[in-house]
């Protein structure tokens, strides 16, 4: 047994939580569009085509805002192939991904898609093969209300209000040699500027997000974000990070420390964009778009990434979670949760399939990946302000994180209704934890609504179309509620989540 401490105060805020952190992503990769939210002929398709086992699904994982249509593929792709009369669009080879794209899935169908779930969408230009003319155009396309050539076409697709996407990427991992039309940072920040240029021309109320570095561990990884930013800093309002979990060494314990990893590289990129401000003696904070993450290690051979002979949405980077996955992916919600003054977006990377919480059959069923728990939790419960937490917690030491303490935990506290939500990972591995909480001033006549855990005696436990409730959350009977304190005891290698709500405050 291991004790740990935990306490919070009302006037020790964080920020406010902005609930675009509970984002996801769909690209145009694998099945992640078609087959998987995109099926017209699956029995449960409605007359869009659109999966209704799927959409029931992406309800209940609760995205507040969906990156689309990529990722790699968003570097070769041309947005007017995927608009208008679907028996017009051509197929075209997608050199991302080695597939052939049949543009059936496009832009009013996603946002139709996004609309009748009450998600944002989040759009990304093409900087690889194209650039700010396009960019322009697209943005006049879905924005603006009407008049104009473009504009008047959406009318004429059958959509006469105006889309209005708010969020936009600048570009796809522009520093990686694998994207279509890589660039070097300087030639990146000028595009992403002219580009940035343009499009607030055609709607001045749109936010832009500038490419950071492809993963923490690139060559340039710091010096990218300088030099763009130092080119496109006035134009944008974000910079993204992107980084996938990896279990190296098949070993818990060190893989539990990339959660540690993520908090550091966001605090080094608010510290170089910070920098940049300093540079151009301006108050201005670039905020922190985190639009891919997640785990991503075993289905990342050649074979998981490419098939032979062109298919149409082939099966790539299936990844099947398992029980220590859902805890990393639990982590990295604490740590955003915790990071709120800065990171403001961050999409799960993806939705469906490829690499996502939801998994499906062609024609067949959809279930619940491990990691859809964390993630549903955090969406459905985070709502209001982060508070500061003071840990006390024993940690360990691991090569990828010199101290890792075994508590790891977020507390957001929604003032409206006087609910409290505590995120805690207890991370030891055999050890159950004991820990205490203060909730201080936080209102003492509290009862207790929820306390949940997921946790399985297995880490490599997952979720399968035979067996898919192998990992699914429980109750956690050992919480006790005493006034402003807390106490619980989290089983060893545990994500919890204790929602509490306080009758009065004073
Ligand atoms: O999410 C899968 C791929 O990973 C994305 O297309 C790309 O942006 C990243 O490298």
Request: net charge negative; hydrophobic share 40%; charged share 25%.
């Amino acid at each position: 047994m291991i004790t740990s401490r935990l306490v919070v105060d009302r006037d020790f805020v964080v920020a406010d939580l902005d609930r675009r952190v509970f984002g996801t992503f769909v690209e145009h990769m694998g099945r992640c569009v078609y087959t998987g939210i995109y099926e017209p002929d699956h029995p449960d398709a409605d007359e869009r085509g659109y999966r209704k086992d799927v959409m029931a699904l992406t309800r209940e994982l609760g995205p507040t805002i969906v990156r689309y249509p990529g990722g790699n593929f968003l570097s070769g792709y041309n947005w007017e192939d995927g608009v208008g009369p679907k028996a017009q669009r051509p197929k075209r080879l997608d050199l991302a991904w080695y597939s052939v794209e049949t543009n059936q899935f496009g832009t009013n169908e996603f946002i139709d898609w996004c609309r009748e779930l009450d998600i944002e969408p989040m759009y990304g230009v093409n900087l690889g093969t194209r650039g700010p003319d396009e960019a322009r155009h697209f943005v006049e396309y879905c924005n603006h209300p009407g008049g104009t050539a473009l504009s008047d076409l959406r009318h004429e697709h059958g959509y006469a209000k105006p889309h209005d996407i708010k969020f936009w990427c600048l570009g796809n991992e522009m520093d990686g040699p694998w994207q279509i039309g890589r660039k070097t940072a300087d030639e990146y920040g000028r595009v992403a500027l002219e580009t940035a240029k343009l499009m607030r021309a055609v709607d001045p109320t749109i936010q832009l997000a500038a490419c950071g570095s492809s993963t923490h561990d690139m060559a340039t990884y710091g010096a990218w974000e300088d030099r763009v930013l130092e080119h496109c800093f006035d134009q944008v309002d974000f910079i993204s990070l992107h980084t996938y979990f990896e279990n190296r060494h098949d070993s818990t314990a060190e893989f539990f420390g990339n959660i540690d990893v993520m908090d550091l590289f966001i605090k080094e990129i608010a510290a170089v964009a910070d920098s940049v401000a300093a540079r151009k003696h301006s108050s201005k904070r670039i905020m922190l778009s985190f639009d891919e993450w997640n785990v991503w290690y075993k289905a990342r051979t050649i074979n998981d990434l490419r098939k032979p002979g062109w298919p149409s949405a082939p099966r790539l980077i299936e990844e099947v979670y398992n029980a220590e996955d859902a805890l990393v992916v639990g982590g990295a919600l604490i740590t955003m949760m915790n990071n709120a003054d800065r990171v403001k977006t961050a999409c799960l990377a993806q939705l469906v399939n490829v690499i996502g919480p939801i998994m499906t059959e062609p024609g067949g069923a959809a279930w619940r990946q491990t990691i859809f728990y964390p993630f549903s939790q955090a969406s459905k419960f985070g709502h209001g302000r982060v508070l500061k937490t003071v840990i006390e917690s024993p940690a360990y030491e691991a090569e990828t994180f010199p101290e890792i303490a075994y508590l790891c935990a977020a507390v957001v506290d929604d003032r409206a209704s006087g609910t409290t939500t505590i995120f805690a990972l207890n991370r030891h591995l055999t050890d159950e934890m004991d820990l205490s909480i203060e909730l201080r001033g936080l209102g003492v006549e509290r009862t207790l609504d929820h306390a949940l855990e997921l946790h399985h005696p297995n880490m490599k436990a997952v979720n399968t179309r035979e067996a898919p409730l192998t990992v699914v959350p429980t109750t956690n009977e050992n919480v006790l509620v005493d006034g402003e304190k807390l106490t619980a005891r989290l089983k060893p290698g545990s994500w919890n989540v204790i929602v509490t709500t306080a009758a009065k405050r004073g």
